[in-house]
């Protein structure tokens, strides 16, 4: 097995001789990185999902679900632990490249973040993978775009729907976070008469989640009054309620003239993602008129993600709530599963990948995340490094991580 090797001077193989002394080096050891073993592989959702800013894109279960539609999953393993999954289109699209989905996940030194995905991009290329794009969702203001810019990358665009995303701290990382009553007394006046009136008008809330996650264990309540638990062992059931969902979803989608994946692969993610306890269907639904709403959340590092929702049109102006209660019965499972942060998802310009503004089609979505007290986060945005371009930029990224140190070290 070839293992690659990244430091700040330079990437090499693990076999190429020293650098020269006089190269500036980090105080930690440098990057190794090789293909993950079938042990390897038995845990790797522990650090790939579970670790602190983990995504589910990242997990096995996504990359089993894209490799039985036609793409090659790369399970890459540094030796410290850190896991990177990146997805091989070449056999569905043509495409030349990898892309690594919400990877490498963020990391509080943006200098081991550039690190690995060289180190990435040298032993995929050295499989004939010829370029890779990676996408963490790490903040802006960290400074990895100036990094990834001097190892050879270059900005390009995403594959997710959005750049950047709107965020609900419930609370600092280390302490207990906010309750109820603190959380639902924060959203806009609006948004909370109208939780209130989907209450009054009887909508009761179906929950298909397998449960799972690193806080699961610490729950403060179990919700049991808030949710009709729907048993996930019975298929039946389940894939009635995904495919009531994929309606909503298909309707919608034909009414803006977007395009939306299969229903074959819909239902294979979504039930591949319960079973492993990464992914929660919410439905809301009315004793007399039936299913109203939908939203699917994911469950993955210290937050819960909130991924895709629909509604029944015909419904959608009887019951104006149905959408906001199943968004805040989100929030009550981040908050019972103790977790310091919901994801409410992108709602960027189209075409512009920047905060919308009053006329913008994305504006009233970011009305609707911003009444919650969601928080417009700038992220990096995805890099491409072909393999065309310096393997590194040595000297570029030396002085890069020289630089970024003294500012941080000025007063």
Not at 379 to 393: I, W, Y
């Amino acid at each position: 097995m070839t293992d690659v090797v990244a430091s700040e001077s330079g990437m090499e193989s693990a076999a190429s001789a020293e650098p020269s002394p006089a190269e500036p080096r980090l105080a930690e050891p440098p990057v190794r990185v090789h293909l993950a073993t079938p042990e390897e592989l038995e845990s790797w959702d522990e650090s790939a999902v579970a670790s602190p800013n983990g995504h589910v894109y990242q997990s096995r279960a996504w990359a089993e679900h894209q490799a039985a539609h036609g793409w090659q999953a790369w399970h890459l393993a540094f030796d410290d632990g850190f896991r990177l999954l990146v997805l091989d289109p070449r056999t569905v699209t043509g495409g030349a490249g990898g892309y690594a989905g919400r990877g490498p996940i963020p990391e509080a030194s943006p200098e081991r973040g550039v690190q690995r995905a060289a180190a990435a991009a040298e032993l995929l290329a050295s499989h004939g993978v010829a370029a890779l794009t990676v996408d963490g969702e790490t903040p802006a203001e960290s400074g990895l775009g100036r990094l990834l810019q001097a190892a050879g990358f270059e900005p390009t665009d995403e594959r997710q729907p959005s750049r950047h995303l709107m965020e609900i701290r419930l609370g600092p990382d280390d302490l207990p976070n906010s309750d109820e009553k603190t959380i639902f007394a924060s959203f806009g006046a609006t948004t909370r008469n109208l939780i209130r009136q989907a209450d009054r008008h009887g909508l009761r809330v179906k929950r298909v989640d397998a449960g799972g996650g690193r806080a699961e264990e610490e729950a403060a309540a179990t919700l049991d009054e808030e949710f009709d638990p729907v048993d996930v062992d019975d298929p039946a059931t389940v894939d009635e309620l995904l495919r009531t969902f994929y309606g909503m979803l298909d309707t919608t989608a034909k009414r803006g003239g977007s395009a939306l994946a299969s229903e074959d692969q819909f239902l294979d993610w979504s039930r591949r993602g319960i079973a492993a306890g990464q992914t929660v269907y919410l439905q809301a639904e009315h004793p007399t008129d039936g299913p109203i709403a939908g939203a699917i959340f994911y469950r993955h590092g210290h937050r819960l993600s909130y991924s895709i929702a629909g509604e029944i049109p015909d419904l959608r102006r009887k019951y104006p709530g149905a959408a906001r209660l199943l968004i805040w019965r989100g929030i009550q499972v981040a908050l019972d599963e103790r977790r310091t942060s919901v994801d409410l998802g992108g709602v960027d310009t189209e075409g512009a990948r920047q905060k919308p503004d009053k006329g913008d089609s994305t504006y009233g979505a970011y009305q609707l995340r911003e009444s919650f007290g969601a928080r417009w986060v700038e992220l990096t945005g995805a890099h491409r490094r072909t393999r065309s371009r310096p393997l590194l930029g040595v000297d570029r990224v030396a002085g890069a991580l020289r630089r970024l140190r003294r500012r941080r070290a000025e007063p």
